[in-house]
């Protein structure tokens, strides 16, 4: 099972930018879709943006136009690059890894079978 370690979570300010960083382990995660989801104190884990093992994107309404997804295989790393953040993005934030390889990136957290720990993203208001 790859094993993910997620950085550069923060304290922003409303209308400032992070880039959040996913290291896998193992070179094999290149043919997997990724994903990055979150969860605020209180709330139920959602989806934020997703890449395939391809490089098709997919994002959440609410961060469609702020956040980038990107890949990159020959450092094994996945990215979230976060712009225009709002006190709303406040939230832990998490990598995972799809169960299969080979598929489109997808929304739905049951498709991820891998998961990191999770960085901690605050803004200020």
């Known amino acids: 099972q790859v094993q993910l370690v997620e950085s550069g979570g923060g304290l922003v300010q409303a209308g400032g930018s992070l880039r959040l960083s996913c290291a896998a382990s193992?070179?094999?995660?290149?043919?997997?879709?990724m994903g990055w989801f979150r969860q605020a104190p209180g709330k139920e884990r959602e989806f934020v943006a997703a890449?395939?093992?391809?490089?098709?994107?997919y994002y959440s309404d609410s961060v469609k136009g702020r956040f980038t997804i990107s890949r990159d295989k020959a450092k094994t790393t996945v990215s979230l690059q976060m712009n225009s953040l709002k006190p709303e993005d406040t939230a832990g934030y998490y990598c995972?890894?799809?169960?299969?390889?080979?598929?489109?990136?997808?929304?739905?957290?049951?498709?991820?079978?891998?998961w990191g720990q999770g960085t901690q993203v605050t803004v200020s208001s």
């Open positions: 193992e070179r094999t995660y290149n043919n997997y879709a």
């Open positions: 995972a890894a799809h169960r299969e390889r080979f598929t489109s990136a997808s929304s739905d957290m049951s498709d991820f079978g891998s």
């Open positions: 890449i395939s093992w391809d490089y098709s994107t």
